[in-house]
């Protein structure tokens, strides 16, 4: 791997091991408005994706309108959760204390919930500029235009690019965006099959720990 000008990072699932809390409590309340749903099934469905493009999918499988109070009561439990639950990513701590490249977080995640980790990992002044897809661009991931932002934000070529991301709709971000993207195999929510799914989405390289991805960078 040639040595890259930028490394980018996803948030839920690659520095926040927080994909299974983001999507238990998804679970939960679409549940609870007549949507059976599993933390499984919500994964599937909608990780790496904003809330603006889930829910019309909710909408479609409820066969009506999606009440406001499911982003509210979603984000309310996720926050409440996070103080016992939200832990890095394993190994993030030691990979970004060794890391020399300019680094920035481009996530589907809104600010205040990236924000909310980063503080509690002690890592608010670690990583660089949060760009996100809920702020700062109107198309959302897959469409490439949060990684060519943040590319852009640095006067980077997008080819000297590295993006670090766990979701096959962030994957295919990335690819459409012209950069090499390494598909992070590392989070509580890796089931079997998903290295798979990574690379079918187009990854260059499949990471089953952040000790891989420091080898390929040094």
């Known amino acids: 791997m040639r040595r890259p000008e930028l490394i980018i990072f ?11 809390l983001n999507n238990a409590a998804m679970a939960e309340v679409l549940t609870g408005i007549g949507l059976p749903t599993t933390t ?6 909608y990780m790496g994706k904003r809330w603006l493009d889930c829910r019309p999918m909710v909408e479609e499988q409820l066969g009506r309108s999606c009440p ?8 309310r439990l996720c926050h409440e959760r996070a103080e016992n639950m939200l832990t890095p990513v394993q190994g993030l701590l030691d990979f970004v204390k060794g890391l020399a490249q300019p680094r920035c977080i481009a996530s589907s995640s809104p600010p205040d919930w990236i924000e909310l980790g980063l503080a509690r990992f002690g890592l608010t002044d670690q990583m660089g500029p949060i760009f996100s897809a809920a702020v700062h661009v109107t198309r959302g ?8 932002h943040a590319a852009q934000a640095f006067d980077t070529d997008p080819a000297s690019t590295v993006v670090v991301e766990d979701s096959p709709i962030g994957v295919r971000a990335g690819v459409a965006a012209g950069m090499m993207v390494i598909g992070l195999c590392a989070g509580g929510h890796i089931r079997e099959g998903h290295a798979e799914q990574l690379s079918d ?8 720990s952040y000790r891989e991805i420091a080898n390929w960078i040094d």
């Open 10 to 20: 996803d948030y839920d699932g690659v520095i926040a091991d927080s994909e299974l």
């Open 40 to 45: 499984d099934q919500a994964i599937a469905r």
């Open 68 to 75: 406001d109070s499911v982003v509210v009561d979603w984000t």
């Open 141 to 148: 991931k897959p469409h490439p235009d949060l990684f060519l």
């Open 201 to 208: 989405a187009g990854a260059h390289r499949i990471a089953k």
